[in-house]
């Protein structure tokens, strides 16, 4: 499972292979989990072996380029901004 989650630290261009090791070498038990995570940001192998559109396009949910430019992952900087302004709004 670590492995999926790691998949928004791969290059772009990796995430499609990373993920086919993955699935070829995850357990049974997995099969229900690797289906989502496929459907939803990688796409499903359809007809010819092109794979369709996923949810969330790898572009979307990937952090690779973001750590290269040493810029955030998260955006709890504005979060903790709106907290603060919201409590200092409040008082």
Same mark, same amino acid.
């Given at each position: 499972m670590k492995n999926l989650v790691a998949q928004c630290f791969v =290059? =772009?261009?990796? *995430? *499609?292979?990373? #993920?086919?090791?993955i699935k070829d070498s995850a357990s049974d038990n997995?099969? @229900?989990?690797i289906m989502y995570? !496929?459907?939803?940001? *990688? @796409? /499903?192998?359809? %007809?010819r072996? /092109? /794979?369709?559109?996923p949810r969330f396009h790898i572009s979307m949910w990937n952090? #690779?380029? /973001?750590? !290269?430019?040493e810029l955030a992952r998260t955006t %709890?900087? *504005?979060? @903790?901004?709106h907290n603060? #302004?919201?409590v200092t709004k409040l008082d």
């Open positions: =290059p =772009p261009d990796k *995430v *499609v292979e990373e #993920f086919t090791w997995l099969d @229900g989990l995570f !496929e459907d939803t940001y *990688v @796409g /499903r192998i359809m %007809n072996n /092109r /794979r369709a559109e952090c #690779f380029e /973001r750590i !290269e430019k %709890n900087a *504005v979060e @903790g901004w603060s #302004f919201h």
